[in-house]
């Protein structure tokens, strides 16, 4: 999802969750700033920390939560592939790339422990040497099939009992990491739904696309399907291969409707029954609304009945429950997009779309949305959010690595001096390598 979403709609959400004005900007500003902490603004912050005295307690809890996917010119070594089984560089780029991309967007799910929760089934896609044991990437490729993205998975309900957990601990102590803590895992919640079944780590076989409705797409995106699935030079393992990177920005755009197919082998991932399915953002989207007003009124006190005593409460059920307090949001995917937008066959600005969502802000939450600014709240705030942060992806990270064959896809083992560089150490070095002749964080390499 983007700004629109992520930081408006999160806002409104909160407010209807129960949660005061100024909680709910709190809660909305961490939501988007986890689509902020890239390299320029990360580099920005830094200088600020500078400034301010801070730079020790920027370094200690640094963290990255998303990459620039349109930079070519840093992401010049993207030609190459991101593998298991490359040299130590590559994979210590592989680990960031997937602790980056896997805690923060695309939640990993589809392993047997995650989809035990609810009624979410797994999914298992074929392609010609895709599970092939013959295929030197074979182990890498079964990884990424357990770490593909799903909705209402059992590392979904974890993130969000994790999140209430945060926001019991520091509600009374330090209110604005509390805040954060919801944030965080709101923006990660929504995320499961616009962004289900890719997956956060570079696979052309799982994240390829195709669509029945050409017009949908550029030429260029037309070109890099050809590329991964024709058998071209290029690996199907590089960066322009993680996540919906070979969609482009439609998987979060909600006016979207009935118009493209995620294939995996030419077999729709968006399956209901026999019958292959259009992915249709606008249903989904609401979907991820109704989840993330349920858990935010869990995180704030409210409680849920459970048949059994040692089940946790059943947030993620509620999105087929009805709510009279979103109505104005499902009018606003079913109704308003379509009238503005496919009635008259025009591509939406941004600005467009963030104005029909402060406009619902002022009507139906009866507060006036101040826009986003990733430095309005200072060093402080900052800091503060990456400590949060970094607790949630310590506990994403924890609990996948817990998982039969994945224990270490986040760190990497040195084959030279056997050293390990940790998590931390993966993303400090990755950044540090991406940011060129910049400052540089303090890297943590070996624990």
Known sequence: MNLDCHYYGTYYVALKAGFSGEDAHEIAWAAQTVDECHIDNLEAAMDLAEKKGRRGDFDRNFIMTVLDTDDDVRHSFSANALTETAGETNQIMLAAVRAIWMPFHFLPGNCAAAVGYGRVERYNGEYPNFLNLSNPDYNQNMHDMMLICRSSSETCRRMIETAKAQYDLWKDRNRRKALFAVGIAMHVLADTWSHEFFVGSPNGYINGINSER??????????????????????????????????????????????????????????????????????????????????????????????????????????????????????????????????????????????????????????????????????????????????????????????????????????????????????????????????????????
């Open 214 to 447: 050409k017009e949908t797409y550029t030429p260029e995106f037309g070109v890099s399907v050809l590329r991964v699935f024709q058998g071209a030079s290029q690996s199907p393992y590089t960066y322009e291969a993680i996540g919906h990177g070979l969609a482009g920005y439609i998987p979060d755009i909600p006016y979207r409707g009935n118009e493209y197919k995620i294939y995996h082998a030419y077999k729709s991932k968006c399956r209901e029954g026999d019958k292959f399915e259009y992915r249709n953002n606008r249903q989904r989207f609401y979907r991820a609304f109704q989840q993330m007003l349920s858990s935010m009124r869990y995180i704030a006190g409210g409680q849920k009945e459970s048949g059994d005593d040692k089940k946790a409460p059943d947030v993620l059920s509620d999105y087929e429950m009805p709510s009279d307090c979103l109505s104005p949001v499902r009018e606003l995917f079913e109704t308003r997009y379509e009238d503005k937008w496919h009635g008259g066959r025009r591509e939406p600005s941004d600005e467009e779309g963030l104005e029909l969502w402060r406009k619902l802000l002022e009507k139906h939450g009866g507060v006036n949305a101040e826009k986003y600014l990733f430095l309005e709240k200072g060093i402080d705030s900052i800091i503060d959010f990456m400590e949060m942060a970094k607790n949630h992806r310590e506990g994403i990270v924890d609990y996948v690595e817990s998982w039969p064959g994945l224990g270490r896809i986040f760190s990497v083992q040195s084959a030279r001096s056997g050293a390990l560089f940790s998590t931390d150490g993966c993303v400090r070095k990755y950044y540090n390598k991406m940011s060129w002749f910049n400052t540089k964080v303090t890297e943590e390499e070996a624990q």
